[in-house]
C-alpha cells in the first residue's frame, strides 16, 4: 500500500521534474504510476483533456460532476464524449441530495443565498467521495486561465483529499487549446461559441462581454471565483 507521505514525496519530485515536459508525457507518467487508480475529472466544456487522456489510457475512468443545475448543453455533450469514446468510463457523480430536496433542507436556491455551501454539496463533496477510489487525477486547469490558477503545477500534493494531482495542460495557452481542438475535431460545449467561455451550473453562468475576463461569467456580481474543488 503507497502511504500518504509517498504519494506526496511522489507528487513533489514529479512536479519537479515534469515542469515543461509534453503534456501527453505527463499523462503517460501518470498511467504508468498509478494505472487504474488514475482518473480524469471533466466538466465536459471542451474535450481537449479527455481526447490527450484517452490517447494514452483509453479506458480510463472520467469523473463528471452532475450538479442537476447544468445547462442541457453540457449534458449534451457527456452523452456525446461517452458515444465517441466507448472505451472511456464516464462515471457520473451526482449529489446526495437532488435539488429538490436540497431546496427542502436548505430553502430554495441555495446557489443564491449561499453559493459556496451549494458547490460543496453539489461538487466538492460528491468529487471528494469518488476520489477514495483512485491515488491520483486530472484536471484541466491552466495557467492563463485566471490569476488564481497561474502557479498550478503540472503534478502536485492535493491535501484536502490525500491524492496526487495532474494538470497536464498547466502551461497550455488558449491559442494551443484551439489548435489541438481543432486538429483533432474535437467535440466542445455549443455554449463555447454563444459567448460563454467559462462553463459552469447554469443558475451561476452568464454570457461574458468582448473584452472581459473570460471568467468573469462565472458568480457574476460576487466575490466567488472557484467552485471549491481547486481550493
Same mark, same amino acid.
Given at each position: 500500500?503507497?502511504?500518504?507521505?509517498?504519494? /506526496?514525496?511522489? =507528487?513533489?519530485?514529479?512536479?519537479?521534474?515534469?515542469?515543461?515536459?509534453?503534456? @501527453?508525457?505527463?499523462?503517460?507518467?501518470?498511467?504508468?504510476?498509478?494505472? +487504474?487508480?488514475? =482518473?480524469?475529472?471533466?466538466?465536459?466544456?471542451?474535450?481537449?483533456?479527455?481526447?490527450?487522456?484517452?490517447?494514452? #489510457?483509453?479506458?480510463?475512468?472520467?469523473?463528471?460532476?452532475?450538479?442537476?443545475?447544468?445547462?442541457?448543453? @453540457? #449534458?449534451?455533450?457527456?452523452?456525446?464524449?461517452?458515444? %465517441?469514446? $466507448? %472505451?472511456?468510463?464516464?462515471?457520473?457523480?451526482? *449529489?446526495?441530495?437532488?435539488?429538490?430536496?436540497?431546496?427542502?433542507?436548505?430553502? !430554495?436556491?441555495?446557489?443564491?443565498?449561499? *453559493?459556496?455551501?451549494?458547490?460543496?454539496?453539489? !461538487? @466538492?463533496?460528491?468529487?471528494?467521495? &469518488?476520489?477514495?477510489?483512485?491515488?491520483?487525477?486530472?484536471?484541466?486547469?491552466?495557467?492563463?486561465?485566471?490569476?488564481?490558477? =497561474?502557479? @498550478?503545477?503540472?503534478?502536485?500534493?492535493?491535501?484536502?483529499?490525500?491524492?496526487? !494531482?495532474? +494538470? $497536464?495542460?498547466?502551461?497550455?495557452?488558449?491559442?494551443?487549446?484551439? +489548435?489541438?481542438? +481543432?486538429?483533432?475535431?474535437? #467535440?466542445?460545449? *455549443?455554449?463555447? &461559441?454563444?459567448?460563454?467561455?467559462?462553463?459552469?451550473?447554469?443558475?451561476?453562468? %452568464? %454570457?461574458?462581454? =468582448?473584452?472581459?475576463?473570460?471568467?468573469?461569467?462565472?458568480?457574476?456580481?460576487?466575490? !466567488?471565483? /472557484?467552485?471549491?474543488?481547486?481550493?
Amino acid at each position: 500500500m503507497t502511504t500518504i507521505t509517498d504519494l /506526496e514525496t511522489l =507528487a513533489t519530485q514529479a512536479g519537479n521534474d515534469l515542469e515543461g515536459a509534453d503534456a @501527453t508525457d505527463i499523462v503517460r507518467w501518470a498511467a504508468d504510476t498509478f494505472g +487504474a487508480r488514475f =482518473a480524469v475529472a471533466s466538466s465536459m466544456q471542451d474535450t481537449v483533456l479527455l481526447h490527450l487522456v484517452q490517447s494514452v #489510457i483509453p479506458d480510463v475512468d472520467v469523473l463528471f460532476l452532475d450538479t442537476g443545475y447544468h445547462f442541457a448543453e @453540457t #449534458i449534451q455533450t457527456r452523452d456525446r464524449v461517452a458515444a %465517441r469514446y $466507448p %472505451r472511456l468510463h464516464v462515471r457520473n457523480l451526482a *449529489p446526495r441530495q437532488t435539488v429538490a430536496q436540497q431546496d427542502a433542507d436548505y430553502g !430554495k436556491d441555495l446557489f443564491a443565498t449561499d *453559493p459556496d455551501l451549494c458547490c460543496a454539496l453539489r !461538487k @466538492t463533496h460528491p468529487l471528494d467521495e &469518488a476520489l477514495d477510489d483512485y491515488d491520483a487525477w486530472a484536471t484541466g486547469l491552466r495557467r492563463v486561465e485566471s490569476p488564481t490558477r =497561474a502557479n @498550478t503545477p503540472v503534478v502536485s500534493f492535493d491535501p484536502r483529499r490525500d491524492k496526487v !494531482k495532474v +494538470a $497536464p495542460l498547466a502551461l497550455w495557452t488558449d491559442e494551443q487549446v484551439e +489548435a489541438y481542438a +481543432a486538429e483533432h475535431d474535437l #467535440i466542445a460545449n *455549443p455554449l463555447l &461559441a454563444q459567448g460563454y467561455p467559462s462553463i459552469g451550473c447554469a443558475p451561476c453562468t %452568464r %454570457r461574458v462581454a =468582448a473584452g472581459e475576463d473570460p471568467r468573469a461569467g462565472r458568480w457574476s456580481g460576487t466575490e !466567488k471565483t /472557484e467552485c471549491g474543488i481547486h481550493l
